[in-house]
């Protein structure tokens, strides 16, 4: 079992904006602004697409965002592309270890 | 630009031992954690390892402590993990990664350890 918890799969068709959910607790998403995203093709390593909650690494399209609300994060994808089928990961530093923590990963499909 | 490469991976026996490798490349290696994660077959990501800018110090999940070691070399650029009494649950592919308050800005393409008899 994870320590985040995200939703297994979404799915829309391009065009449409989805937002994926990521709850921890306040000893983690809730009480730190260090909360990233990741995405990940089949086969191939993840990348940083979100960290800082918000902020996007150079070269990523501002199509992504992320946001943060009490103990939850979110990832929102707007104008969905076929390109975007990927799975996503949301991540939290937290102060009960010094490992950070992951969420279980949502598959995104586009239709 | 950054890089990062991992080396090291392969086929391995129940008990057995393997050395993974990093070397990185196109940043200031020495003012960065870095952290080791992995991922089983089919399955999510699990952060297993981490080390402190000097490699003071090493932090562990708990179904490897005692079994795997992390160091690095910061006048080789390079990064390591030692794992010894290898499972079944192990194998997985293992990945380095820049690590900067625990969000892992570089990724590198990732090595696979497979632990079967």
């Known amino acids: 079992q994870s320590a985040l918890t995200q939703p297994a799969s979404v799915s829309a068709s391009p065009g449409q904006s989805i937002a994926i959910s990521c709850t921890g607790t306040s000893s983690d998403i809730g009480g730190y602004k260090y909360v990233s995203w990741y995405q990940q093709y089949p086969g191939k390593a993840p990348k940083l697409i979100i960290y800082d909650v918000s902020n996007r690494p150079s070269g990523v399209p501002d199509r992504f965002s992320g946001s943060k609300s009490g103990n939850t994060a979110s990832l929102t994808i707007s104008g969905l592309q076929a390109e975007d089928e990927a799975d996503y990961y949301c991540s939290s530093y937290t102060n009960t270890r010094t490992l950070g923590v992951f969420g279980g990963g949502t598959k995104l499909t586009v239709l | 630009e950054v890089q990062l490469v991992e080396s090291g991976g392969g086929l391995v026996q129940p008990g057995g031992s393997l050395s993974l490798s990093c070397a990185a490349s196109g940043f200031s290696f020495t003012t960065y954690w870095m952290s080791w994660v992995r991922q089983a077959p089919g399955k999510g990501l699990e952060w297993v390892a981490n080390i402190n800018k000097d490699g003071s110090k090493g932090y562990y999940v708990d179904s490897v402590k005692g079994r795997f070691s992390i160091s690095r070399d910061n006048a080789k650029n390079s990064l390591y993990l030692q794992m010894n009494s290898l499972r079944a649950e192990d194998t997985a592919v293992y990945y380095c990664?820049?690590?900067?308050?625990?969000?892992?800005?570089?990724w590198g393409q990732g090595t696979l350890v497979t632990v079967s008899p």
């Open positions: 990664a820049r690590d900067d308050w625990q969000q892992l800005k570089d």
